[in-house]
């Protein structure tokens, strides 16, 4: 289970990333004008960037169990960090914005992908 989590958490980011770029704002490093997916996310140039990027790692994680499961654990226990950030830095220091809507988003992606990630089993071991 763990290994189709990264790779639908992997294509998702990507056309997120991707998707980023299309909106107004999306291709710029202001933080006074971000780009608003669905109207209530906020991105930015750097903020695409690593959409993508978290989307390739798991789509390169989901070819193991093991790299699948680091993956939703170091990914999982980030985005409920960033959920806290955002919070305290909403702008993660003038780089990206994470913080109104973003906030609760990441913290459901956060638990979804800690939760998957620390309960795996191999498919072996659920017999």
Same mark, same amino acid.
């Given at each position: ?13 990507? !056309?997120? /990333? ?7 704002? /999306? ?7 971000? #780009?608003?997916?669905? #109207?209530?996310?906020? !991105?930015?140039?750097? *903020?695409?960037? !690593? *959409? ?7 789509? !390169? ?13 170091? /990914? ?7 959920? =806290? ?12 914005? =994470?913080?109104?809507?973003? =906030?609760?988003? *990441? ?7 800690? #939760? ?12």
């Amino acid at each position: 289970m763990v290994k189709r989590v990264a790779m639908i958490f992997g294509v998702v980011f990507i !056309v997120i /990333g991707l998707l980023g770029f299309a909106y107004p704002g /999306g291709m710029s490093m202001a933080l006074a004008n971000p #780009g608003m997916i669905l #109207g209530i996310f906020p !991105v930015n140039l750097l *903020h695409n960037i !690593v *959409h993508i990027l978290f989307g390739v790692w798991g789509l !390169v994680a989901m070819r193991s169990f093991a790299m699948a499961k680091m993956y939703a654990q170091v /990914g999982g226990v980030i985005y409920i960090v960033l959920a =806290i950030c955002g919070f305290v830095i909403p702008t993660t220091f003038g780089l990206i914005p =994470i913080g109104g809507n973003d =906030i609760w988003l *990441h913290a459901a992606l956060g638990l979804v992908l800690a #939760g998957v990630g620390f309960t795996a089993k191999p498919a072996g071991a659920a017999a």
